[in-house]
């Protein structure tokens, strides 16, 4: 879920980042645009009003007016001159002839420090038949003043991108656009402190400025930047990236979520711990139920998972499933084989039984193991048993059966009466040992059927000359009973658990000291 949250929030990011970013560099080009621009009007100006003040055109003669005409004829960015007295007061325009006369609105005139003064949003009567309204944007000079034409006006407010002011002695005043909130997003801005050309970046608080030639009179260009903006602007963009985050942060979860799945599953869990040789053997002994005498024991596997372990009945049918059995019997055996062989004192005939399961019989590689690992112990007169369960015997059990016994292997028939072993089949098998699941002697005590099966399986034991041992004996009575049936051997938390391998020798020591003493 993190993961999926994390990757979403970073695309989302990286896409608006990457977007602010090309909106910015879009912003800053029309910037550049409209100074462009504003250098040539401003140019274009200065030259007309020198002309029109060296050739003293005020005086609104017809071939004043004409002059006038001319040179508007040839100028790019304005459509008409207004001629005014020495005391401020206009006398004729340049369209006076062909509109009428246009009459002054109410107007904001900035004048700037060159002498040039810029009027925004003068509303302009023009005509007197059919008079109309016109807003325009008027340049003055002493005695003339220039008024731009629309296509020029319309470059001008759409190359700003947003905000171009012009730099007076009352501060910073808005051109473009001229609206009243403009004048206080201008007063919020920083003010140019040098002439050179410095742009500013802030665009973590959503806005930056250029600055452009920054002295009196001259134009200072703004562009105020926010996210809501650039979201708006580029709306449909935006959206595809909120729906690819949103895409990615469902398939990151997914897939993280998959991934931990699988490396939390037992499965995965097993195949390393199995690989990574997480193995601990306990051992249990086996007693002969009529000395009390331990014969031998029975190796049990765990796996080592952090702090705690993993049990066969968890641990199997992984084992199972991922075709694991090989492996896993074989590192049992060698692990269990040398702790034995390394702490087990002297005492004489012994047998360990180790589980096996079918896949790792039909592997000769299992069994030239085992047999590598039991040499060292066959030389101290202990048996090696390999227990099959019954209910899994492989298909060739029969000639497996006589693989191991050729190989020098004891054989055991676990969990004995759960599955359906012909006594034919067993009689081929010739095990040593048939072992009573522990389930008939926990019922023993209900008088349950099973239980009632017992005598049955001692009759078989004989008739095939194996030997009979019960697992899960937990009581006398059941020790007493099992022994008056005939059960040879047993083993369960009566005489001890499953063991590490230092607690099991502790407690052979124990059990010979305690029959030392009783003798
Ligand atoms: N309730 C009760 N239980 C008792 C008592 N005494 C012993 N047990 C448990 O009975 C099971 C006897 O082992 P199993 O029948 O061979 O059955 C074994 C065996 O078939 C298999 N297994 C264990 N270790 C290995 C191994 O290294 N390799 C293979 N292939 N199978 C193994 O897993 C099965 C279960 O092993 P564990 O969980 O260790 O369970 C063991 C043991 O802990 C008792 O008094 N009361």
Not at 31 to 43: G, I, K, N, P
Not at 196 to 214: I, P
Not at 224 to 250: E, F, K, N
Not at 414 to 421: A, V
Request: include cysteine; hydrophobic fraction near 45%; charge should be negative.
């Amino acid at each position: 879920m993190l993961a999926g949250l994390a990757l979403a929030a970073a695309i989302l990011l990286l896409g608006l980042g990457l977007l602010a970013r090309w909106e910015f560099d879009d912003r800053a080009a029309l910037q550049a645009r409209a100074a462009q621009l504003l250098d040539a009007v401003t140019q274009e100006a200065h030259i007309l009003l020198d002309r029109l003040h060296e050739q003293r055109l005020w005086d609104c003669s017809p071939a004043s007016q004409r002059a006038i005409r001319r040179l508007l004829f040839g100028a790019h960015f304005f459509r008409e001159v207004g001629s005014f007295d020495a005391d401020g007061l206009l006398l004729c325009t340049s369209t006076d002839d062909v509109l009428g006369q246009p009459r002054a609105g109410t107007s904001r005139i900035h004048y700037a420090h060159s002498g040039l003064g810029y009027s925004t949003g003068v509303s302009l009567i023009l005509g007197q038949d059919q008079p109309r309204s016109v807003t325009a944007t008027v340049l003055r000079r002493d005695r003339f003043n220039l008024v731009l034409a629309p296509q020029a006006e319309a470059a001008l407010r759409h190359g700003a991108a947003t905000l171009i002011a012009l730099d007076t002695e009352d501060g910073l005043q808005p051109l473009f656009p001229a609206a009243a909130d403009a004048t206080a997003a201008v007063r919020r801005l920083p003010v140019p402190a040098s002439t050179d050309v410095v742009r500013e970046t802030h665009w973590w608080r959503g806005q930056f400025a250029l600055q452009q030639r920054a002295g009196m009179g001259d134009f200072v260009l703004f562009t105020r930047w926010h996210l809501g903006d650039v979201l708006r602007q580029q709306s449909t963009l935006a959206v595809a990236i909120v729906l690819i985050a949103t895409l990615a942060g469902l398939v990151a979860h997914g897939t993280v979520t998959t991934w931990l799945t699988r490396l939390n599953s037992i499965d995965h869990r097993v195949r390393k711990l199995i690989g990574g040789d997480r193995i601990v053997c306990v051992y249990q002994p086996i007693v002969a139920l009529a000395s009390g005498r331990a014969v031998g024991c029975e190796v049990l596997m765990r796996l080592q998972d952090g702090d705690r372990l993993l049990y066969p009945e968890q641990v199997i049918p992984a084992v199972l499933r991922q075709r694991l059995g090989p492996e896993l019997d074989s590192r049992v055996a060698r692990r269990a084989l040398a702790e034995t062989d390394r702490h087990l004192p002297p005492c004489g005939p012994f047998r360990i039984a180790l589980n096996v399961l079918p896949d790792s019989l039909s592997g000769e590689h299992v069994i030239a193991t085992l047999g590598e690992a039991a040499a060292p112990l066959r030389a101290r007169d202990i048996q090696i048993e390999l227990e099959l369960t019954e209910y899994s015997l492989p298909t060739d059990v029969v000639t497996q059966a006589r693989n191991l016994a050729r190989a020098g292997f004891g054989l055991s028939i676990d969990d004995f009466g759960t599955g359906y072993s012909s006594l034919a089949l067993v009689r081929q098998l010739c095990p040593d040992y048939l072992k009573i699941d522990r389930s008939f002697v926990h019922e023993m005590e209900e008088s349950a059927i099973r239980a009632s099966l017992i005598p049955e399986i001692v009759q078989i034991a004989r008739a095939v000359d194996a030997r009979v041992v019960a697992e899960g004996i937990e009581n006398q009575a059941q020790r007493d009973r099992l022994h008056a049936l005939g059960v040879d051997y047993g083993q369960g938390h009566y005489f001890a658990p499953p063991m590490p391998i230092a607690d099991f020798v502790a407690w052979l020591r124990a059990q010979d000291a305690a029959k030392v003493d009783a003798a």
